[in-house]
């Protein structure tokens, strides 16, 4: 056989299969043409808007939603790790007292960056303007320098000659709360005082502010106070002691291998806590509630699937004539088929491309529109009180806006089979017989 016999046989076996290979031309112009308004051509049809506008939703939620949890759970974990760090040593058998020794020993291990003594306890504090719970620590002024949360964060005052100047630092919301300033006086209280024949007297001392920080996280910058290492070992009964190491390394996410490193190298006992064992039941919740959101919003984009089954099962209704037309002229049932299924799916891909900008628009700015919303309403509708972060964060991450693209397709697709079916199976003459 020729060349050219061969180029001839190709249009036969066509014609003997339908007449043209699939997604051909004249199918998608038909498609094309279904999806169309009858009286505004450059607009879609109400069916097909209907549908990209659900999808569109759909996508647009998850992505905004996937992007704030996303946000949050860096932000958060940027904030607790910036202040409490990554793992914290505390004495076992005897007193810290070799705490220099022991944190001289930590920093020399490949991985950690800081190794901080501190001494660290609960107490009140108290103004003329009210009072409230903190949690004191005492650090070099060394130390608190290179704290990542408080580092380049300190807003009022300095942290310049903080070991001599007998004063502390306090958080922004903890001095809002007491109206206090650089200079005014906050008093500490603590049961752990003098010991007495009559038991322990509680000890209550007032110390200036020199500094004001702000983390960022208004639970924290409600509550930390800093004050010289060698002032809370005598305001605490700790003389020459520390009640906890904190150390910080350069890859939180390996914590058993630092554990273990450390664990082999220190000479005294030592017990070790990680952030992940501080912070378990917090970042499992968050965990939690991403995932539930997910699955909730997931609902939308399948409430729009629907829309896609009901949408072309009235698009075969109202073009059944039509459709039993084409099979008159020879179109096969998979030509058909084909058709309604490039409705869906066309439907289901414009709506999720544009979900997807919009959402990724919206997520990108989702501070600002926080700002503007709160402006036109006067209210606010992310109260740092409830939320701990003083805004509203958002991270998109390609790897979620994949999944949601790719999980919409598919269910867009799913939902098309069924009404391409049907119109596949529609009989020409049951639909032509009263026209």
Same mark, same amino acid.
């Given at each position: 056989m020729t060349q050219s016999d061969?180029?001839?046989?190709?249009?036969?076996?066509?014609?003997?299969? $339908? $007449?043209t290979p699939p997604f051909s031309?004249?199918?998608? !112009?038909?498609?094309?043409?279904? !999806?169309r308004s009858r009286r505004r051509p450059w607009a879609p049809s109400a069916i097909a808007g209907f549908s990209i506008a659900g999808i569109a939703v759909g996508v647009m939620a998850l992505i905004v939603v996937m992007s704030v949890m996303n946000g949050f759970h860096k932000e958060l974990l940027d904030k607790i790790l910036g202040v409490n760090g990554?793992?914290?040593l505390q004495a076992s058998e005897t007193p810290l007292t070799d705490y220099e020794d022991v944190v001289k020993i930590v920093e020399k291990v490949e991985g950690v960056t800081i190794a901080i003594p501190m001494v660290e306890s609960a107490a009140g504090v108290s103004s003329p303007a009210g009072q409230a719970g903190a949690l004191v620590r005492g650090v070099k002024e060394n130390d608190v320098k290179r704290l990542p949360g408080i580092a380049g964060n300190v807003k009022l005052g300095t942290l310049d000659g903080f070991d001599s100047a007998g004063g502390v630092a306090i958080g922004m919301r903890m001095a809002e709360n007491l109206g206090l300033r650089i200079g005014d006086n906050i008093t500490i209280l603590t049961a752990k005082g003098a010991q007495t024949p009559f038991g322990v007297a509680p000890r209550i001392k007032a110390y200036p502010v020199v500094a004001i920080f702000q983390i960022g996280m208004s639970e924290f910058d409600g509550l930390f106070v800093y004050m010289p290492l060698p002032e809370a070992q005598a305001f605490f009964n700790k003389d020459g002691e520390a009640s906890v190491i904190e150390a910080f390394v350069d890859k939180p996410d390996k914590m058993d291998e630092m554990r273990a490193r450390l664990d082999h190298i220190i000479p005294r006992p030592m017990l070790m806590v990680d952030w992940r064992q501080r912070n378990k039941t917090?970042?499992?919740?968050l965990k939690i509630e991403s995932t539930a959101m997910f699955a909730i919003l997931t609902l939308i984009v399948f409430v729009a699937a629907l829309n896609i089954i009901s949408g072309l099962i009235m698009l075969v209704k109202d073009k059944g004539r039509d459709v039993a037309i084409l099979r008159t002229m020879g179109a096969r049932r998979g030509a058909v088929m084909r058709i309604f299924l490039m409705i869906g799916v066309s439907n289901g891909l414009v709506g999720a491309l544009l979900g997807t900008a919009l959402g990724m628009a919206i997520a990108s700015n989702v501070e600002g529109i926080r700002q503007f919303v709160n402006n036109v309403l006067h209210t606010n509708i992310f109260p740092s009180e409830l939320y701990f972060l003083s805004r509203l964060p958002s991270i998109v991450e390609p790897r979620d806006v994949i999944g949601v693209v790719v999980m919409t397709l598919v269910l867009s697709t799913l939902a098309t089979i069924y009404p391409s079916w049907r119109a596949a199976k529609l009989d020409p003459v049951e639909a032509l017989r009263y026209e």
């Open positions: 061969t180029d001839n046989a190709a249009p036969a076996r066509a014609r003997d299969t $339908g $007449g031309r004249y199918e998608r !112009m038909v498609a094309w043409r279904y !999806m990554h793992l914290f917090f970042f499992d919740a």
